[in-house]
């Protein structure tokens, strides 16, 4: 995907929105889930890039307990989470890696996988159909040059660059119920954590998920700001 020319990423926003729109307009549909996966230890099968949408009839167990988190944080402080979570990352500056007129992406303080990255408009919009065109073209460009440095993340013994294997998906507000405490967000991960090495989940992480890292998100933002140069 990193290759392709930001004409052709803005084609693929446009599609994002399109099908966010229609899909969310079929009677039973509660959430829409686009996504692009990449490399085999994904579990990815097609080399070329390509990606997927899934319109579910139930909101997914993810953005269930996204939905309760962010109940409550209205409910405390009559604030959006998301919202509250992106100004204190952009007020923080440690964790952020790449900031456009319209776009901000960060490591979250709270990363589960070995490399995250969280890209979301600096306006409030509940979903992709909602981005105005000056969005939709900051975000062409900013989605390719995030994707740039992912892949320079990993370097081989060799000196050459390790392409990252990541999944890449859009979380959107809900169709019906709490819609209003969604907040379009990306979030990019990826299960590599060192060349050649996985992330493997350990005991603890799969019976409790409570997630353990080997690294720190402020080692991994700095990084990626030092990729962009």
């Given at each position: ?158 000196g050459e660059q390790i392409p990252l294997p990541y999944i890449s998906g859009w979380h959107q507000a809900v169709v019906g119920e709490g819609r209003e405490l969604g ?38 933002a700095a990084r990626l700001q030092e990729v962009a140069r």
């Amino acid at each position: 995907m990193a290759a392709v020319s930001p004409t052709r990423m803005r084609t693929i926003i446009e599609a994002w929105a399109d099908r966010t729109r229609e899909l969310s307009a079929l009677p039973g549909i509660e959430q829409v889930f686009c996504f692009e996966n990449r490399g085999k230890e994904i579990g990815v099968t097609l080399p070329h890039p390509h990606g997927q949408v899934y319109a579910f009839p139930f909101v997914t167990p993810r953005t269930q307990a996204m939905q309760r988190q962010a109940a409550a944080h209205h409910a405390r402080t009559g604030r959006n989470l998301h919202r509250d979570i992106l100004d204190a990352e952009r007020k923080a500056g440690v964790r952020v890696v790449l900031e456009t007129e319209h776009w901000t992406a960060y490591v979250p303080a709270a990363s589960r996988w070995p490399v995250e990255v969280h890209l979301a408009p600096n306006r409030d919009v509940l979903d992709l159909p909602q981005l105005d065109d000056a969005e939709r073209d900051d975000l062409a460009t900013a989605y390719l040059e995030l994707l740039r440095r992912l892949d320079k993340f990993f370097v081989g013994p060799d000196g050459e660059q390790i392409p990252l294997p990541y999944i890449s998906g859009w979380h959107q507000a809900v169709v019906g119920e709490g819609r209003e405490l969604g907040r379009l967000h990306l979030q990019v991960f990826s299960v590599l954590r060192a060349p050649g090495k996985l992330k493997y989940l350990a005991g603890v992480e799969s019976g409790m998920a409570a997630w353990i890292s080997d690294t720190t998100p402020e080692r991994i933002a700095a990084r990626l700001q030092e990729v962009a140069r």
